[in-house]
C-alpha cells in the first residue's frame, strides 16, 4: 500500500466517528498537556533556586562563627553566625594564606531601628568592606557603593537598599545626601542599590551597609564579625581554597581537632548541586503524576482501537480476500493510533505551554518549559500510540478472511 493511500485511509477511518476520535484526541491532550505543565513547574523551580544563590555571588565561600569551646573543653552550642570567634585578623590571614581568593569582605550584621524625617523601619545594617558590593553582585540604582576612604575613616555614610528607601522616604525618592539615624547616631545616605530581591528568607532589598569599622567602633563596639565572604578565582579551585581557609582558621583559633573547631564554611557550589539534586527529583515527580494521564489516554487509544477493529471486521476480511498482507493491515490499524496521538500530542504541547505561561503570569510559581520536555513530551505521545496501538492492529491482522467475511 502506497503511503499516500494509507494516509487517505487512516484520514477518513478517524473522521467516519469524529466523536469518539476526538474524545480519544482529548485524553492525550490532557496527558502531554498535564506533563509539560508539570515538568515546566519543576524546572522552573530549579532556575529560580540557580538565580537566587548566584544572585549573592559566584565560586562564594562563606565563614560563619558556628560552636565555642567551653572553660571544660566541651562545645556550647550558640545560634548559628552569632558566636564571637571570627575577627578581622580571621579575614587577613585568610587573605594572605589562600591563593585562589579573589575578593574578602568581611561583614557584621545586626537588627537596629532606623529613623528619618518622621518615619521608621526596623532593618538589618550590615557593617563591611567596598569588595562585598563585587562578591554579592550589588549594583547602584543611584549614588556610591562604601570606598576603602570611608573604612578606613569610619565614615559616618550608609547606602540604602530599595525597600529601605522606599520605607524611609517613599517609593523612588533620591536620598542622596538625607540624613538617617541608627541606634541614635546620624548617617548621611550617599547610595541606593539596585532592586534583587529576595535570598533564602532574607530580603536582600530590605538592608543597609556601612564602614565596617563604623558598625564595630559606633554600633557593636566590638571586633568581631558575623561572616566572611570569600570569592574564589576559579571554581575548580573551591574545594582546595576550603581546606585551606579552614586549615588558617584552626591554626589562629589554636584548635587542633577539626570537630572541634569554632566556625562553619559553606560552599556555595556544595548548596547549588544539593537543592539541585532535590529539584531533580521534584521534577520527576511531577512528570510522573502527569505521566499517569498520559498513560490513561493510552488505554483509551487502545480501547477505541479493539473496538474499531471489532466494528471492521468484515473490512478487514474483504481487503484479506482481494490481497492485501497482514502487514498491510497492521500498518494501517497502526497508522491510525499513531495519527492519534501525534494529533494528541501537538495539542497537548500548546496547552502545556500555555498552562504554564498562565501560572507563571498570574502567581508566584516560576515556570519553565524547555525544548528537552517538548521533545520528551512528543516522543512519548509517539511511543504511546504505537505502544498501545501495537495490539489493536495485530489482533487485526491476525483475523481470518473467511470468518472476517462471514461477520456480523
Do not use: C, W
Amino acid at each position: 500500500m502506497k503511503t499516500s493511500d494509507l494516509l487517505q485511509e487512516t484520514f477518513f477511518a478517524l473522521t467516519m466517528n469524529k466523536a469518539r476520535s476526538g474524545l480519544t484526541i482529548l485524553g492525550i491532550v490532557i496527558g502531554i498537556g498535564s506533563v509539560i505543565a508539570m515538568i515546566s513547574i519543576g524546572q522552573g523551580a530549579q532556575v529560580s533556586i540557580q538565580q537566587s544563590i548566584q544572585s549573592i555571588g559566584s565560586n562564594l565561600l562563606v565563614v560563619y562563627p558556628g560552636a565555642q569551646m567551653s572553660g571544660t573543653g566541651r562545645q556550647v552550642s550558640s545560634g548559628f553566625g552569632t558566636a564571637q570567634t571570627l575577627t578581622l585578623a580571621d579575614a587577613d590571614k585568610i587573605a594572605q594564606g589562600v591563593p585562589a581568593v579573589e575578593l574578602i569582605a568581611p561583614e557584621t550584621s545586626h537588627r537596629y531601628q532606623i529613623t528619618a524625617k518622621g518615619t521608621n523601619t526596623n532593618t538589618s545594617v550590615v557593617g563591611t568592606t567596598p569588595s562585598y558590593a563585587q562578591i554579592k553582585n550589588f549594583e547602584m540604582e543611584s549614588g556610591l557603593f562604601l570606598s576603602e576612604q570611608d573604612v578606613r575613616g569610619s565614615s559616618k555614610v550608609a547606602v540604602l537598599g530599595p525597600t529601605t528607601r522606599d520605607d524611609l522616604f517613599g517609593e523612588g525618592v533620591n536620598p542622596i545626601g538625607q540624613k538617617i539615624r541608627i541606634n541614635k547616631i546620624d548617617f548621611t545616605v550617599i547610595g541606593v542599590t539596585q532592586s534583587k530581591g529576595t535570598s533564602g528568607f532574607m530580603s536582600q532589598d530590605d538592608m543597609i551597609f556601612i564602614p565596617i569599622s563604623t558598625a564595630q567602633l559606633f554600633l557593636t563596639g566590638d571586633d568581631y564579625l558575623s561572616s566572611i565572604n570569600i570569592q574564589i578565582s576559579n571554581e575548580k579551585l573551591m574545594a582546595s581554597a576550603q581546606e585551606q581557609t579552614t586549615a588558617i582558621l584552626l591554626a589562629s583559633h589554636n584548635i587542633s581537632d577539626p570537630e572541634m573547631a569554632d566556625f562553619q564554611i559553606l560552599n556555595q557550589a556544595d548548596i547549588l548541586a544539593t537543592l539541585t539534586s532535590v529539584t531533580n527529583t521534584f521534577t520527576v515527580f511531577l512528570g510522573a503524576v502527569g505521566g499517569i494521564s498520559l498513560l490513561v489516554g493510552g488505554i483509551g487509544i487502545m480501547n477505541m482501537m479493539l473496538t474499531t477493529v471489532t466494528e471492521r471486521t468484515r473490512e478487514i476480511g474483504l481487503r484479506k480476500a482481494i490481497g492485501a498482507k497482514k502487514e498491510d493491515i497492521s500498518r494501517q490499524f497502526l497508522t491510525e493510533s499513531v495519527m492519534l496521538t501525534v494529533i494528541g500530542g501537538v495539542i497537548g504541547i500548546i496547552l502545556g505551554m500555555a498552562i504554564a505561561s498562565v501560572i507563571s503570569r498570574f502567581t508566584q510559581v516560576t515556570t519553565s518549559v524547555s525544548l528537552f520536555s517538548i521533545m520528551l513530551a512528543f516522543g512519548v505521545s509517539a511511543a504511546v500510540g504505537i505502544g498501545f496501538g501495537y495490539y489493536p492492529a495485530r489482533r487485526a491482522a491476525a483475523l481470518n478472511p473467511i470468518e472476517a467475511l462471514r461477520y456480523e
